[in-house]
């Protein structure tokens, strides 16, 4: 079975940090994804890539970037948290280029901005 | 642009009755639909995708859904609703052109009553 690790459950930071959030996929998978979730509205996509050292910004990109050096591995920062960012974070990953391809999710990471 | 709808935020059946989780999708062109499960404190869990061909499909845990392309709806269905079906589901879409970008509806929370 696909295994997509997000590094913490819950997080808890200040205002003003930079906060890194760490996803880890073992199958191989060409494509990863971050995702906020919040009450009523779902699941919003941050931003997703396809390759290593590529990106796409998603539909709410701003306040945040992502890192991936490495295939297994898709990082997402905020780099001046605020309280606004409160919020469910998964992260994702599928298979190839195919658009029929399921996504494989992590258990999300509960980050609280004080 | 494409866009999904889950037009009823909480569905009540009781046990053992047939349930329907509701999804209608807007495109530009032939769609890739899915559902996906989602329980407490875990991520999305991929339940069945409709590609092509048949229009009824079948996924995991005994759902079903059916595709019906005039009346842009990609509903979910189970025979026989059990209480471990409680749960938040999610209908997802996606299109042809670029890489994967999955347009997630805001969940439908299904309460099967014991």
């Known amino acids: 079975d696909v295994k997509v690790t997000q590094s913490s459950r819950y997080l808890v930071k200040r205002t003003g940090e930079k906060v890194f959030l760490e996803c880890v996929q073992d199958?191989?998978?060409?494509?990863m994804f971050w995702y906020r979730q919040d009450p009523g509205l779902g699941l919003r996509l941050i931003y997703f890539s396809y390759d290593v050292k590529m990106k796409e910004k998603g539909d709410i990109p701003e306040g945040y970037s992502v890192s991936r050096e490495k295939k297994e591995r898709f990082s997402l920062i905020l780099e001046s948290a605020s309280t606004n960012q409160t919020s469910m974070y998964l992260c994702?990953?599928?298979?190839?280029?195919?658009?029929?391809?399921?996504?494989?999710f992590g258990d999300g990471t509960r980050l609280s901005i004080l | 642009a494409q866009s999904v709808a889950q037009p009823e935020d909480q569905v009540n059946v009781a046990e053992g009755n047939p349930l329907t989780v509701k999804c209608t999708y807007s495109?530009?062109?032939?769609?890739?639909l899915f559902w996906y499960v989602q329980y407490p404190n875990r991520g999305l869990q991929f339940l069945l995708k409709?590609?092509?061909?048949?229009?009824l499909v079948k996924g995991s845990y005994g759902f079903e859904a059916e595709f019906n392309k005039s009346q842009t709806s990609f509903h979910l269905k189970k025979p026989s609703a059990l209480v471990s079906d409680s749960a938040l589901y999610f209908c997802?879409?996606?299109?042809?052109?670029?890489?994967?970008?999955?347009?997630f509806g805001t969940g439908t929370k299904l309460q099967v009553i014991p």
């Open positions: 495109v530009s062109g032939n769609p890739y």
């Open positions: 997802a879409v996606t299109l042809s052109g670029g890489y994967q970008k999955v347009t």
């Open positions: 199958m191989d998978h060409e494509n």
């Open positions: 994702a990953s599928s298979l190839g280029q195919g658009r029929n391809q399921p996504q494989h």
């Open positions: 409709y590609i092509t061909g048949d229009n």
